[in-house]
């Protein structure tokens, strides 16, 4: 008999995409189905009248009804929880209903949340047009210098709220300065990583107590489903769960919207890979255009924060922001010349989607809170897809080029005196949502 002792695979050792793809998961369990059972039930059966008591006193393990929890999403949970580094997740039916009960869950009237400048419009939305209605004071800061959250922090700080990169303008924040300057004031850290995944970023790894998502976006993948999740540690994920979902939100996933991004996990890594490398191609060719005023991609080295990008991010993302010359009319142009990419709110599609923040995700701040926090009216976001790279290119390069030549001709007019009177921006924006 060989005495050499025989490894067995660790699974806290395996790879993301192993993990993604496997964890917590069994077919010999389940009669030898590859692909996880979905379980189609709004309620639980007891044994006996006791075990029912005591599954709801929280005295034995299982399932009581689909709003607390579901094998499918239990699965999933696991699978969330270990890529992002974290205790526990919880998967609820939307981004902003996995942001509105974590919040919900952790401050109280007269508490304070500080949140950078800029972050997505209906997060936005939700704290200074709702939570501010209930005692809870928001303030908005520049977070690109952690200096700016340490001034304004107080006694009264419960929670530090940030996005990175952000949304729409790929603005970042130095997850591990902002976080040790919160916990030296007793305060949780909230960090929605929707635009990197746990793939390129693991905001956990850097001092975060929250990771939020939308599971709509890069994590389901294919546009298909409506989710989102948070993750942490297990004390802090439970009581959002018995809390903030169970009696604020009710923000609950069905079991299916469960499955599918399950689906969507398995290729994630895959799908990661081929949106970075598409998307720094196609950002270092729109800032190569003269059309182009500037662009926004923390992936360039021109990038102010592109240090930053590389000491937190695995990759630089498929997300790209720009703003082009002649504003707003370039922008409107740009995006109704365009004939594959989408015009369509959302990212992390296969297809190629473009839109137009101020008008669009960004419209419920008013204008003067869009340029407070920096978010130009002129600002084209695009999600760069799953498509051949050569297509993508032959599109931007479409578009930029029916941008160049109409700025050319208005320089003429211009210079002819034959100029007509511009629509105001308000008119333009109009025209643009409406479109």
């Known amino acids: 008999m060989n005495d050499k002792t025989i490894k067995t695979p660790s699974s806290a050792s395996q790879g993301f995409a192993t993990r993604a793809i496997h964890k917590g998961y069994d077919p010999m369990s389940h009669q030898g189905a590859l692909v996880p059972p979905l379980y189609m039930t709004s309620t639980f059966a007891f044994p006996d009248a006791?075990?029912?008591?005591?599954?709801?006193?929280?005295?034995t393990e299982g399932y009581i009804y689909t709003r607390l929890g579901n094998p499918t999403q239990a699965l999933l949970e696991d699978r969330l929880a270990t890529l992002e580094g974290g205790e526990a997740a919880l998967a609820m039916s939307s981004g902003i209903g996995a942001i509105t009960s974590t919040l919900w869950s952790l401050v109280e009237p007269g508490d304070e949340i500080i949140a950078d400048k800029t972050i997505y419009g209906c997060t936005f939305s939700y704290l200074q047009h709702g939570l501010k209605k209930f005692g809870i004071k928001v303030t908005h800061v520049d977070m690109s210098d952690p200096k700016n959250v340490a001034d304004a922090i107080s006694d009264n700080t419960r929670v530090v709220y940030f996005e990175t990169p952000s949304n729409p303008n790929n603005g970042?924040?130095?997850?591990?300065?902002?976080?040790?300057?919160a916990h030296a004031n007793d305060a949780l850290v909230v960090v929605d990583n929707t635009y990197c995944t746990p793939y390129l970023q693991r905001?956990?790894?850097?001092?975060?107590?929250?990771?939020?998502?939308?599971?709509?976006?890069?994590?389901?993948?294919?546009g298909d489903l409506i989710a989102g999740a948070v993750i942490g540690k297990k004390e802090h994920i439970d009581h959002v769960r018995y809390f903030g979902?169970?009696?604020?939100?009710?923000a609950v996933i069905s079991p299916m919207d469960a499955f599918l991004i399950m689906r969507g996990l398995k290729t994630l890594e895959l799908r990661m890979d081929r949106h970075c490398a598409s998307a720094l191609q196609v950002a270092k060719q729109i800032e190569a255009h003269p059309a182009v005023a500037k662009v926004y991609y923390p992936g360039l080295k021109s990038?102010?924060?592109?240090?930053?990008?590389?000491?937190?991010m695995d990759n630089f993302?498929?997300?790209?922001?720009?703003?082009?010359?002649?504003?707003?009319?370039?922008?409107?142009?740009f995006i109704d010349s365009l004939k594959l990419a989408i015009c369509a709110v959302s990212l992390g599609d296969a297809e190629t989607l473009v839109q137009h923040p101020a008008s669009m995700t960004h419209s419920p701040y008013e204008p003067e809170e869009r340029e407070k926090f920096g978010i130009s009216e002129g600002l084209i976001r695009l999600s760069v897809g799953l498509e051949t790279l050569s297509d993508i290119q032959e599109d931007i390069a479409f578009g930029l080029d029916t941008v160049a030549a109409n700025i050319s001709?208005?320089?003429?007019?211009?210079?002819?005196?034959?100029?007509?009177n511009a629509n105001s921006v308000e008119a333009k924006?109009?025209?643009?949502?409406?479109?």
């Open 50 to 59: 006791k075990s029912g008591g005591d599954r709801f006193a929280g005295e």
């Open 172 to 181: 970042l924040v130095d997850i591990a300065a902002v976080s040790k300057i």
């Open 203 to 222: 905001p956990i790894e850097f001092g975060a107590d929250f990771v939020v998502h939308s599971a709509t976006k890069y994590l389901g993948g294919h």
């Open 245 to 250: 979902l169970k009696d604020m939100t009710g």
């Open 303 to 312: 990038f102010p924060q592109h240090a930053l990008a590389k000491k937190q």
């Open 317 to 333: 993302g498929g997300m790209i922001s720009f703003e082009l010359h002649g504003g707003v009319d370039a922008g409107i142009q």
């Open 409 to 420: 001709v208005s320089e003429q007019e211009k210079s002819t005196g034959q100029t007509a």
């Open 429 to 435: 924006l109009a025209s643009l949502a409406a479109s």
